[in-house]
């Protein structure tokens, strides 16, 4: 499976982003999805997950209540909507797929990853 995430930028505080990724080379509604992020020097966090309906959904207490992880079935891809955003989210932010069932918070249990995607917010 191949990853391709998109849709970060450079957004004021308080703004939003939606990242997409669009995956290929593989039966998409097999995966669940996440979303990490990471910024130099430290390691890669969980952000969010959804398993391989959009039924069941899974969020890092950094992102509840703001972010949103979605996905589209019939188009391969998966969302997250960043509203609300903050200087601490700013990272690169990274896809990733899992052939694993559930919805999934570590990083060990996904398969596949996507090249990242910049978020800068500026205060």
């Known amino acids: 499976v191949q990853l391709q995430a998109s849709g970060g930028g450079l957004v004021q505080a308080g703004g939003s982003l939606r990242l997409s990724c669009a995956a290929s080379g593989g039966t998409f509604r097999n995966y669940g999805m996440g979303w990490f992020r990471q910024v130099p020097g430290k390691e890669r966090e969980f952000v969010a997950a959804?398993?391989?309906?959009?039924?069941?959904?899974l969020y890092a207490d950094s992102s509840k209540g703001r972010f949103s992880i979605s996905r589209d079935n019939a188009k391969n891809v998966v969302y997250l909507q960043m509203n609300s955003l903050k200087p601490e989210d700013t990272a690169v932010y990274y896809c990733?797929?899992?052939?694993?069932?559930?919805?999934?918070?570590?990083?060990?249990?996904?398969?596949?990853w996507g090249q990242g995607t910049q978020v800068t917010v500026s205060s």
């Open positions: 959804i398993n391989w309906s959009g039924s069941s959904t």
């Open positions: 990733a797929a899992a052939s694993r069932v559930g919805v999934l918070r570590t990083r060990q249990a996904y398969d596949y």
